[in-house]
């Protein structure tokens, strides 16, 4: 069966530090992956999709970026931290063109 | 452009009554799906139902219930026999084709409030 694996689950980091999300899929192939933010009690904001590795699309111009490195591996990161990226993170799959999204755990950060 | 909206913040309702998350959505394309998630307060997303744009039944899963009107682009959510348990946050989500890929767009959501 599929899971989805992303960490750490929350992460307290200083302004202007380095960031790096880790997000892993088992148990499929070639999968759609996803990073979303979700501001305190707000929906699901899109930041980055890929269909590929290296394929990467960034829907908001902001202080992240993403990568693909390998198949199932979807990574998140910034160089500086601001104060504006905390918030709740999630990575999220999607077979190609069907189906919904399957959403892992999250991670909580926040800057200080 | 492609949007989802749900215009209750939030929402109250007795345990064991039914109660329904107002969806609506916008849309261009003549193929797409619709979803609603939960999310309590741990902050996973749990998958609840799905519609597809040509389905001719409404869809069903358990208690919960998808009232498609597609005319009228609403995807509301029934949720039967309300649990305490079911105190959350609710998404509905349109899968939306754009820019070349698949997307899944969330409106800004509805928080539950299941009362004994």
């Known amino acids: 069966s599929q899971t989805i694996h992303q960490w750490p689950a929350t992460l307290v980091q200083p302004v202007g530090s380095p960031l790096s999300l880790e997000c892993t899929v088992e148990g499929t192939s070639n999968p759609n992956l996803y990073w979303y933010r979700q501001a305190a009690g707000r929906g699901l904001q899109l930041l980055f999709y890929?269909?590929?590795?290296?394929?990467i699309s960034s829907e908001v111009p902001q202080n992240l970026s993403a990568s693909r490195p390998q198949d199932r591996q979807f990574i998140l990161s910034s160089k500086k931290l601001l104060l504006s990226d905390s918030g709740f993170y999630l990575c999220a799959w999607s077979v190609r063109g069907v189906g919904g999204y399957t959403f892992g755990s999250g991670t909580r950060l926040t800057v200080v | 452009a492609q949007k989802i909206t749900q215009t209750q913040p939030g929402m109250f309702v007795q345990e064991k009554e039914a109660v329904t998350l107002d969806c609506t959505y916008d849309t261009s394309d003549p193929s797409y799906g619709l979803f609603w998630y939960k999310q309590p307060s741990s902050g996973e997303m749990i998958f609840l139902i799905y519609q597809g744009s040509y389905d001719q039944q409404n869809a069903t899963e358990g208690r919960y219930s998808l009232n498609f009107q597609k005319a009228r682009k609403s995807a509301n959510l029934v949720i039967s026999a309300s649990q305490l348990g079911d105190s959350a946050m609710y998404f509905c989500?349109?899968?939306?084709?754009?820019?070349?890929?698949?997307?899944?767009?969330f409106g800004a959501g509805t928080r539950l409030a299941v009362h004994p």
């Open positions: 890929s269909v590929g590795i290296g394929q």
């Open positions: 989500a349109m899968r939306a084709f754009s820019g070349g890929y698949n997307k899944l767009i």
